[in-house]
């Protein structure tokens, strides 16, 4: 293993969730406080990925076309410069909600292009066996840089002004874009397409998909841990300030908390996948389901520190290794497109339910979100359980090269 480049990747991972994290934690607590009206934090989550809806598609087959450093190089440049974009907004009190959510939606966009081009430069500079081990590293990286972004987003919000806060994002997402720029990558030579063939190639990753139906059974348990995910994170600014009646250093401390549980979850991937084997996703999801319901049930908040530390454990669990096993059973040269299909469904669920959970939440408060959250939750569980059966889950995940 390249030791060198590891550490640049991790850096870039863990710079660029950092300002992510405190990005978004600014942005929904000044959104949810600004409005007093959750139905604009239900609007935030959910537009910000309606974007990809249509996106993914083509960013999939570009990165399996096309260089995947430089892919993923473009698509932090241009999320730098939308965030120029909104500081300057803050700074001449230009800014809307409308203009947030707007915003929101081209950096989420830039967002579809970086994760998929980064995650298929990742299965093409790594053996196939590192896999795993890599991606409980990009794992701890990119939760480890959450953490960090969190407690400054809270610090931030409280104790400093927008535009400086949002200076020290840009900085952030600087200095990951030049990370992915530092990489030592030599692009594998593709043969080159005849002009007209770039809807084939779309056509090739769905009929991939079709064709194996275990990816059905991945890509479903994949989408409810990045619906929790993106929801609980979403809401989270709601639940603080409404059901909890907290200021927003709880809300940073709830959110390092998250991210605590990713960290744990990403140390302890490789021995989890080893313990669990094919009911890794089982007893994932039955974390999920706890943490929802503790949360939805107390105001306390030591109980609450606890539910969303058993959230953060398990989506990141979800997120991390069944993305590893969606990586191995994939062809290389299809890396790209299946990453896209992947985030296709990931974001169309949380696209569907933000604006419910937005009502929801200001009908009947934050806490009946999480509890609303335990349906597919639960629906998962008892998928985890007919997907530990299948006879290549079974293969994938009882190698011990995690």
């Not at 594998?188 to 079709?210: N, V």
């Not at 479903?220 to 929801?231: A, D, N, W």
């Amino acid at each position: 293993m390249n030791r060198i480049n590891t550490f640049k990747l991790m850096s870039g991972y863990f710079l660029y969730e950092c300002g992510r994290a405190m990005y978004f934690v600014l942005v929904t607590w000044f959104l949810y406080q600004w409005t007093e009206d959750a139905i604009y934090t239900g609007l935030f989550v959910s537009f910000g990925f309606v974007p990809g809806l249509f996106s993914n598609l083509i960013f999939g087959v570009l990165v399996d076309r096309y260089n995947r450093k430089r892919l993923a190089s473009i698509s932090g440049a241009v999320s730098t410069a939308i965030l120029a974009l909104l500081l300057l907004s803050f700074k001449f009190s230009w800014v809307t909600a409308w203009w947030v959510i707007l915003t929101h939606m081209l950096l989420q966009t830039c967002g579809s292009l970086f994760r998929p081009s980064l995650q298929a430069l990742v299965a093409e500079v790594f053996d196939e066996k590192e896999l795993p081990k890599i991606f409980s590293l990009s794992g701890s990286a990119t939760i480890s840089g959450s953490l960090a972004g969190a407690m400054l987003g809270g610090l931030f919000s409280t104790f400093a002004a927008m535009p400086l806060s949002l200076t020290l994002v840009i900085l952030l997402y600087s200095v990951a874009f030049l990370s992915v720029v530092l990489l030592d990558y030599s692009p594998i030579s593709r043969q080159k397409k005849q002009s007209g063939s770039f809807f084939k190639e779309m056509g090739e990753g769905f009929s991939f998909l079709s064709t194996n139906r275990m990816l059905y059974g991945l890509f479903v348990m994949l989408m409810i841990g990045q619906l929790t995910f993106h929801t609980t994170l979403g809401f989270l600014s709601v639940y603080t300030s409404e059901f909890l009646q907290r200021s927003s250093v709880i809300y940073g401390a709830l959110d390092m908390t998250f991210s605590i549980g990713g960290i744990a979850a990403g140390l302890l991937g490789a021995w989890w996948w080893k313990r669990m084997e094919n009911h890794l996703a089982v007893y994932s999801l039955a974390a999920m389901a706890a943490g929802l319901l503790i949360m939805s049930l107390t105001k306390s908040l030591t109980a609450a520190f606890a539910g969303i530390l058993l959230v953060g454990l398990g989506t990141s669990f979800v997120r991390a290794l069944l993305q590893s096993v969606q990586q191995i059973a994939t062809p290389k040269e299809l890396q790209g497109r299946m990453a896209s299909l992947r985030m296709l469904c990931n974001q169309s669920s949380v696209v569907i339910t933000g604006p419910v959970f937005g009502l929801i939440a200001r009908n009947y408060g934050a806490d009946r979100v999480f509890l609303t959250l335990l349906i597919p939750v639960l629906l998962g569980f008892v998928w985890s359980l007919l997907q530990s059966r299948h006879p290549q889950f079974i293969k994938i995940t009882s190698h011990k090269s995690a």
